[in-house]
């Protein structure tokens, strides 16, 4: 199959008609607002904030302040909450618009232990009628639309999202995001496409397909096999945010995308890292910044020295005063292999 084979398909959630099917996926620790803004300037149909506790009481902590510090300017305002309890929920939902979110997104997708251990996350799906529950008690504490992102399912013998979509299609939910693996599966092995191919097929809300979508031909891959509505990039665009605007070009007239210019890089990191300082703090922005750095570093050509430095670094002023010296010199810049 080829880009033009395939008609672009149109995401909608709710009243909101995104410019783009392929959505930014939130990120704990990666996708702040400036690496989100960076993503909607090439191109990413939605950025959802980074997972907030549903325990309001902890909101005054520096974490949840950022998580929490929204993008205003996105259209539409994305904001992604997680726990366990209906009305702990509910209210950290009403809470989350009151601050000026205008997608409310329900975290049931996430193995990590921490939350876990407070039956959030991926964990609820072994506890259909909680789903439900939660759900119902988002819905309707606000007037804005609700989305879920969930896994598959809790393990390989219980893949029951085809049932979880289901009942969130009754509760209300407006779109639903499928990460092609099991709870059980944590990150290993493979994303599989059938399982959110079958949820597609069990609702008629917007379905995003996402997991290991890395590749235009991936894209196009997912997109045919699950005839998802969407998807949603991850770690792919950790270091290279330009990757909405490839997927973006190759679907609408197959044309290949142009590599970036060697100053539009230049720029666009030097941005990214002053946005970093400003929004952090020059001592936590500088820590924030360096695994961006490590990721972009992956698709600059002849970079090992200068990656081996600006991680090292302690203030601003030496990664940015680094990064431009890097690129200016003549063997700087993108690698043709990105
Ligand atoms: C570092 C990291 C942090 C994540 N944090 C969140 C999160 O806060 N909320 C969430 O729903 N998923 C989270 N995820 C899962 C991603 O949204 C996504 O489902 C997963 O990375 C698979 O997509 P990918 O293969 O395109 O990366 C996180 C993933 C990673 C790697």
Same mark, same amino acid.
């Given at each position: ?161 085809? +049932?979880?979509? *289901?009942?969130?299609? @009754?509760?209300?939910?407006? #779109? =639903? /995001?499928?990460?092609?693996?099991? &709870?059980? %599966? ?27 979508i890395t ?18 990039i991850g770690r792919a665009a950790?270091?290279r945010?330009?990757v ?64 081996? +430095?600006?991680? *090292?670094?302690?203030? @601003?002023?030496?990664?940015? #005063? =680094? /990064?431009?010296?890097?690129?200016? &010199?003549? %063997? ?7």
């Open positions: 199959m080829n880009s033009q084979d395939h008609t672009l398909p149109t995401l909608q959630i709710g009243p909101y008609t995104l410019d783009s099917p392929f959505v930014l996926a939130p990120m704990a620790g990666v996708t702040d607002k400036p690496f989100r803004k960076l993503c909607r300037r090439f191109g990413a149909g939605m950025t959802t904030s980074e997972m907030t506790t549903a325990d309001t009481s902890l909101w005054q902590s520096a974490k949840s302040r950022h998580r929490l510090d929204l993008d205003l300017d996105a259209d539409p305002v994305a904001v992604q909450i997680a726990g366990s309890d209906p009305a702990q929920m509910a209210n950290a939902a009403v809470a989350c618009v009151e601050r000026g979110a205008q997608i409310v997104d329900i975290n049931m997708g996430c193995p990590a232990k921490k939350v876990l251990r407070k039956l959030a996350g991926s964990a609820l799906l072994k506890d259909e009628s909680l789903v439900r529950d939660i759900l119902e008690a988002v819905v309707a504490a606000v007037d804005v639309p609700v989305t879920l992102k969930t896994r598959t399912g809790w393990d390989r013998e219980h893949r029951n999202a085809p +049932r979880i979509a *289901r009942i969130a299609e @009754a509760a209300g939910i407006a #779109a =639903l /995001t499928i990460h092609g693996r099991t &709870r059980a %599966d944590k990150y290993r092995g493979s994303a599989e496409y059938r399982t959110i191919r079958a949820v597609k097929d069990s609702v008629s809300i917007p379905v995003i397909a996402n997991g290991d590749t235009l031909e991936k894209s196009l891959e997912v997109l045919e096999l699950t005839q998802a509505d969407g998807l949603m950790q270091g945010p330009w909405f605007a490839e997927l973006n070009q190759l679907l609408s007239d197959g044309a290949p995308f142009e590599p970036l210019e060697k100053k539009d890089l230049r720029d666009m990191m030097l941005d990214h890292l002053s946005e970093l300082h400003r929004f952090y703090g020059e001592s936590t922005g500088v820590r924030v910044a360096r695994k961006h750095l490590t990721w972009y570093c992956e698709h600059l050509a002849n970079a090992e020295e200068y990656r081996n +430095r600006v991680v *090292r670094v302690d203030s @601003a002023s030496e990664q940015l #005063a =680094l /990064t431009a010296e890097y690129f200016d &010199r003549t %063997d700087g810049g993108i690698s043709r292999a990105a």
